[in-house]
């Protein structure tokens, strides 16, 4: 069945519109080969098959693993490790994507569960706005082109509802948590942040152009940091008088 799927989607006419995500993602992989191996990769996870992503044929030139993680843009994802195996390996073998087992799961819910599962539901729009203002990319895609359809979606809320739901199950509860709650903290303070490094963008360009970006801040080293800030209280000391009306004219900047 997965291979079937995955031909059908190597020759349906949604993968030659160039603006459809599904040839965005194709559009990363140099040879037809690597994209249907791509695209097979997902329909088996999706139909219950358990995939073997340490398995290489000879005539292969990127490892099973490597082709998903060329799709992610696991590099530009920094808070994912550089080599997915272990955990694609994990995801494949509990069968955390297949739609069979997530239907047995939502089919067994609890109303509790499910109370739990909108709750983290609406944890979803600040993340993927966390993960935009940060700089990441999910493959070739914004993080923002996906908040932006995640809000109107309602198929794809439905999804992630019960993927929760399938997460949770299979003992993800507390790993879940940990991420939501480190959303909930981070999201005002990046909004805020983003909001002021626009405002200094407009008054005051020449103090914000000597402004990191918020989402390179995490690329920098503990020496680099603490040169930078060094470079700040130069900065502040050459415009204190227009950095102190800034603030005053922007209290709710002040983080």
Known sequence: MAEEQTETLMRHHRTRNQFNVSRVFLRLFRTPD?????????????????YEFQTQQENEELPQAEIFSQALNVKALRFLPDDLTHDLEEMSSRRLLSITRMNVTLEAATEEEMARARTRLEIMLPLLECLDILGYRFGPVSFAFFSQHYKTN?????????????????????????????????????????????????????????????GHASELTKEEVEVYKGRLREVYAQNKEDLDAFWQRHPEQIL
Request: proline letters at 3%.
């Open 34 to 50: 690597e994209r249907f191996r791509f695209l097979y990769i997902q329909m088996s996870l999706l139909h219950d098959i358990r």
């Open 154 to 214: 309602a198929l794809a809320q439905a999804l992630f509802l019960v993927f929760f739901l399938h997460l949770e199950a299979k003992g993800y509860s507390q790993g879940m948590e940990q991420v939501f709650e480190a959303v909930r903290m981070s999201w005002p303070l990046l909004k805020r942040g983003k909001a002021m490094h626009n405002a200094l963008a407009q008054e005051l360009p020449h103090v914000s152009k000597e402004l990191i970006d918020v």
